[in-house]
């Protein structure tokens, strides 16, 4: 199964509420949403239950996305445990709407090296499991983005052996991320293969095109922009064949500037090569 959505409510939403957005999405026959909690977490429980009975009524797969301010390899124990809090509130809030996913990006490597950075996100990881557990927070995943600035921890490398180390744990693949990392470089076969290994039965990826700049470790680049895909950076037309010639279970949201609009685009992409939604 394939699910398209827009990464928050549709532009085209007259209602700009997560439920009008909901309603949007059907309205536009695509069948997925992330829900953005970029600056803070203002869903009560409550209202994520009306969310989920009304995604589920109109058959839309739900995601969240934590907010933005989240560092699990921050070595200042007021941040580290207010990067926990910030997870588990949108943790919470999938729960209770029935969303499977909490997309977070995991943190930055600052003056760490990369195997003491990923050995902070682990033990923050195996916790918020625990405290997961313990509030009986179930059926849902931690999703670490893959990230696009070599600051950032989040590489797919990293990504992989850490959810093959922690059950609980899953990649979710920002294509335009590491198109900008690999400055300007991406094969869509090779990313799809690096995760066998974790015999996902659903795999959550993000995608836009993106303007990157290069970084100072030759080779590599940072991301700069969300770009709508018509740039084609990186490329579309690969991506789609290669999902269609796997036949994966895949959620693919549209970080576009244009969010929806190009969620359909995509769709049209998956329709003109035999794909019924």
């Not at 039965?201 to 030759?218: D, G, N, Q, R």
Request: proline share 5%; net charge positive.
């Amino acid at each position: 199964m394939i699910y398209l959505g827009p990464a928050g409510v549709p532009i085209s939403s007259k209602d700009p509420s997560t439920i009008g957005g909901l309603k949007r999405v059907a309205e536009l026959k695509l069948n997925a949403m992330e829900i953005e909690f970029v600056r803070g977490v203002a869903m009560s429980n409550q209202t994520a239950e009306e969310v989920g009975r009304v995604a589920r009524e109109l058959k839309i797969e739900l995601s969240v996305h934590c907010p933005y301010f989240i560092n699990l390899c921050s070595q200042d124990r007021r941040k580290l445990e207010a990067s926990k809090k910030r997870i588990l509130d949108s943790v919470e809030r999938c729960h209770h709407m029935g969303a499977r996913i909490a997309v977070f990006h995991p943190g930055f490597y600052g003056s760490l090296t990369t195997e003491a950075a990923y050995q902070m996100v682990k033990e923050a990881d195996l916790d918020l499991l625990d405290r997961m557990k313990a509030m009986g927070l179930k059926g849902v995943v931690l999703g670490h983005e893959t990230t696009g600035k070599v600051s950032a921890f989040g590489t797919l490398e990293e990504l992989v052996q850490l959810c093959r180390e922690v059950r609980g744990c899953e990649p979710v693949v920002d294509f335009a991320h590491l198109w900008a990392r690999n400055a300007g470089k991406i094969d869509y076969a090779e990313i799809f293969d690096r995760l066998e290994p974790l015999k996902l039965k659903h795999l959550h990826t993000h995608f836009t095109s993106m303007e990157w700049t290069p970084a100072k470790v030759p080779g590599r680049g940072n991301e700069r922009r969300h770009l709508p895909i018509s740039f084609d950076q990186p490329p579309v037309d690969p991506l789609v064949r290669e999902v269609l010639k796997r036949k994966l279970n895949i959620t693919i949201i549209s970080e576009s500037p244009v969010l929806e609009q190009d969620s359909l685009v995509l769709r049209e992409k998956f329709e003109k090569l035999g794909y019924r939604f």
